[in-house]
């Protein structure tokens, strides 16, 4: 992977407004950043992540080039004229944002931010909300247990996007599966939740199209997460 990052940022440098190459570059350092390098590395690369997002969507739907700054009521309403011909921009811009503030959560200037971003999940979720095998909910999911109860967090509400991606990924996608244990049945203190979600991840099958790097990724991190449950609990 870190050849793609290479790869990308060459692109991008030589294509510096082609939209499909900064969404790309978004996902792709926003991907890297939050599952494989260290935490100080993470934020890194999680930013250059958020700057090609903010980019693209700037590019794509030019309102959104005075979106930095803006206060939430002008935001939220200007997110609704982004129409499905954007999506992809706007899924960028979106899961850039997320992986970036999620690398920074201990700064509280990055949480205060999560209305933000979650507005324009939603906003992309009521565009198509099957996008990329149901990932809008999963990133719901993420963003609504970010935080305890005590601070705003929406856990119930994270529960139901977790659901709802499980639904829409026929299970293949065993990472939302460990993201749910992770974010939502720690959060609560569900044990028997947490073990039975990471048990059906680890007898899953691997195999399935699109996704059979991060069902490895999974297995891995749902073997970790299940031997510190008795701890944990």
């Not at 809008?136 to 994270?158: D, M, Q, T, W």
């Not at 939502?184 to 991840?201: G, I, M, P, S, W």
């Amino acid at each position: 992977m870190p050849a793609y990052l290479l790869l990308i940022d060459g692109l991008i440098s030589q294509s510096p407004d082609n939209v499909a190459l900064l969404s790309a570059g978004a996902q792709l350092f926003a991907l890297y950043g939050s599952r494989f390098a260290t935490p100080d590395r993470a934020v890194t690369l999680t930013s250059k992540a958020r700057r090609y997002g903010e980019r693209a969507i700037c590019l794509a739907h030019e309102p959104a080039c005075r979106w930095a700054g803006a206060d939430y009521a002008r935001f939220a309403t200007e997110l609704e004229a982004v129409g499905k011909k954007d999506l992809d921009p706007l899924y960028s811009y979106a899961v850039s944002w997320l992986s970036q503030l999620d690398a920074t959560s201990e700064d509280w200037t990055a949480v205060a931010e999560l209305p933000w971003v979650e507005a324009v999940l939603e906003r992309a979720l009521a565009l198509d909300e099957t996008y990329e095998n149901g990932a809008l909910h999963g990133y719901l999911g993420i963003l609504n247990s970010l935080r305890p109860p005590a601070l705003g967090g929406k856990p119930e509400v994270a529960r139901e996007h977790f659901e709802r991606a499980i639904e829409l990924t026929g299970g293949r996608d065993l990472s939302i599966k460990v993201e749910y244990a992770r974010r939502y049945a720690r959060l609560v203190f569900d044990q028997e939740l947490h073990d039975r979600l990471l048990t059906e991840v680890l007898d899953a099958p691997v195999d399935a199209p699109r996704m059979t790097l991060f069902n490895v990724l999974a297995k891995q991190e749902a073997q970790t997460l299940l031997a510190s449950s008795r701890e944990y609990f």
